[in-house]
């Protein structure tokens, strides 16, 4: 029975530093994804780009089946170098959807500061969130299931809002969307650290899309409770 016992502890040490290994690199690629966001992002707001200038279901279409092709490549190649390259592609490419955003707030006389504090508020969301996962090691397995159905009912009111411009709708999204994705923070971080998620490329492809969208929602929020006009 000793040396069962021996390699059980063996076996359960090597998951433990597999696991360690996943959540370092997610980490890593996840900082070096900002990189083309943020080039992106100042090349959309310098350049004037958009996306959605015309009809804004087709402009929806057309991002979903962009941003949807990449994760589609990235999964594909999720085990080789490609996949890094395309998540990148990817990053860069919301990047430049966050232009149209980012020039709505720069429009506000505290625009900048707005964005900053959207930047600050997410950070500190993702850290605090993501250290509860690491640290306590609970599973939060349980949130996928509400947090799916959450998703679900937001985009459904996403779309509704692109028609109907409520403001009341608007801030109710983004507060909705803050919530569901600070709780995939909790999800994703703890399928990586239970071993549920073992490559890092698709980690970091879930927890950067978490990300990203508190940021969007935060800054949305944001301008509507504390924008001001010159």
């Not at 929806?60 to 190649?77: N, P, S």
């Not at 504090?117 to 850290?127: D, L, S, Y």
């Not at 609970?138 to 459904?156: A, H, M, N, R, Y």
């Given at each position: 029975?000793?040396?069962?016992?021996?390699?059980?502890?063996?076996?359960?040490?090597?998951?433990?530093?597999?696991?360690?290994?996943?959540?370092?690199?997610?980490?890593?690629?996840?900082?070096?994804?900002?990189?083309?966001?943020?080039?992106?992002?100042?090349?959309?707001?310098?350049?004037?780009?958009?996306?959605?200038?015309?009809?804004?279901?087709?402009?929806?279409?057309?991002?979903?089946?962009?941003?949807?092709?990449?994760?589609?490549?990235?999964?594909?190649?999720?085990?080789?170098?490609?996949?890094?390259?395309?998540?990148?592609?990817?990053?860069?490419?919301?990047?430049?959807?966050?232009?149209?955003?980012?020039?709505?707030?720069?429009?506000?006389?505290?625009?900048?500061?707005?964005?900053?504090?959207?930047?600050?508020?997410?950070?500190?969301?993702?850290?605090?969130?993501?250290?509860?996962?690491?640290?306590?090691?609970?599973?939060?397995?349980?949130?996928?299931?509400?947090?799916?159905?959450?998703?679900?009912?937001?985009?459904?009111?996403?779309?509704?809002?692109?028609?109907?411009?409520?403001?009341?709708?608007?801030?109710?999204?983004?507060?909705?969307?803050?919530?569901?994705?600070?709780?995939?923070?909790?999800?994703?971080?703890?399928?990586?650290?239970?071993?549920?998620?073992?490559?890092?490329?698709?980690a970091t492809l879930k927890v950067y899309l978490d990300v990203y969208n508190i940021f969007v929602n935060l800054l949305n929020l944001l301008?509507?409770?504390?924008?001001?006009?010159?």
């Amino acid at each position: 029975m000793q040396p069962q016992f021996q390699m059980t502890g063996q076996t359960a040490q090597d998951v433990s530093v597999q696991q360690n290994k996943v959540l370092r690199n997610t980490y890593m690629l996840l900082a070096l994804s900002m990189v083309p966001t943020v080039a992106g992002a100042l090349l959309g707001v310098q350049t004037g780009f958009s996306l959605f200038a015309g009809s804004p279901m087709l402009s929806f279409l057309v991002f979903m089946g962009i941003a949807f092709g990449f994760m589609w490549g990235i999964e594909r190649t999720k085990d080789s170098a490609m996949g890094v390259v395309l998540l990148l592609g990817f990053t860069f490419f919301m990047g430049l959807m966050l232009a149209g955003i980012l020039r709505v707030a720069l429009g506000f006389a505290n625009g900048g500061s707005l964005i900053a504090t959207a930047a600050g508020g997410t950070g500190a969301i993702f850290f605090t969130l993501a250290g509860i996962a690491t640290v306590t090691k609970k599973d939060f397995s349980f949130l996928g299931k509400f947090l799916f159905i959450g998703l679900v009912v937001l985009i459904l009111a996403s779309l509704a809002n692109i028609f109907f411009q409520i403001p009341a709708l608007s801030l109710t999204v983004s507060a909705v969307a803050v919530l569901i994705f600070s709780g995939y923070i909790l999800y994703d971080i703890s399928q990586i650290v239970s071993g549920g998620e073992t490559n890092y490329i698709s980690a970091t492809l879930k927890v950067y899309l978490d990300v990203y969208n508190i940021f969007v929602n935060l800054l949305n929020l944001l301008m509507i409770l504390s924008g001001r006009r010159d």
